[in-house]
């Protein structure tokens, strides 16, 4: 079951909303970005803008929204396959393909594993990946999204556990959700965002 074109144009262009414009943050792992392209993806698309015959930070500040929107629907959602998984995970699955490659597509591998069905967990959207999404769907059609997302929210904390640098993203310099679980949380049902004393509880190791 696919997302309609125009749905798959809408959530890339929500995503490039959410990204915001260029930042250089050296804490950051992707480099130079905007719109939440990086310089490694247009190094690896070849994304000369400039014509100097180098991929370099001052092309990734001439990419305007609509290259990013075009970038994120044919290299983030077509060609990763995510259009073969149930409906209700694509926004998800995208969003986070965006934010984390194909860590995206190996969390739901996991949570595939954990709700019984047999899968590989290698970051590739296959006919195996595909049907154990959707014989997961069947099962638990009103509960699998927020099992997804809340998959998402944990992998971030667990990344920020590892990785101090990571913090600021997790959490906001005044002690509330950073971007990355809100950005989560914007994909998972309110019943099961964190409430804040259970979100200063989870980060209260980091102090």
Excluded: C
């Amino acid at each position: 079951m696919s997302a309609h074109p125009q749905d798959v144009r809408r959530i890339a262009e929500e995503i490039v909303a959410r990204e915001g414009g260029y930042v250089n943050d050296p804490d950051d792992p992707g480099g130079a970005t905007n719109f939440g392209v990086t310089i490694h993806t247009m190094q690896r698309l070849g994304l000369d803008l400039d014509g100097d015959g180098r991929v370099s930070a001052a092309d990734v500040k001439r990419l305007n929204r609509d290259q990013a929107v075009e970038i994120f629907v044919r290299h983030y959602f077509d060609r990763p396959r995510i259009g073969t998984l149930p409906k209700v995970l694509q926004a998800s699955v995208f969003d986070m393909y965006v934010n984390a490659g194909t860590n995206a597509v190996k969390i739901l591998q996991r949570l595939l594993g954990q709700m019984g069905q047999g899968v590989t967990v290698d970051g590739i959207i296959g006919p195996q990946t595909a049907g154990a999404a959707r014989a997961a769907y069947d099962m638990a059609p009103d509960h699998l999204a927020d099992a997804y997302g809340i998959a998402r929210r944990n992998y971030y904390f667990a990344l920020a556990d590892r990785r101090p640098a990571s913090r600021k993203y997790a959490r906001r310099r005044d002690g509330g959700k950073g971007g990355w679980i809100t950005r989560a949380e914007a994909f998972i049902s309110p019943r099961f965002h964190l409430s804040d004393a259970a979100f200063q509880e989870r980060v209260a190791q980091w102090d």
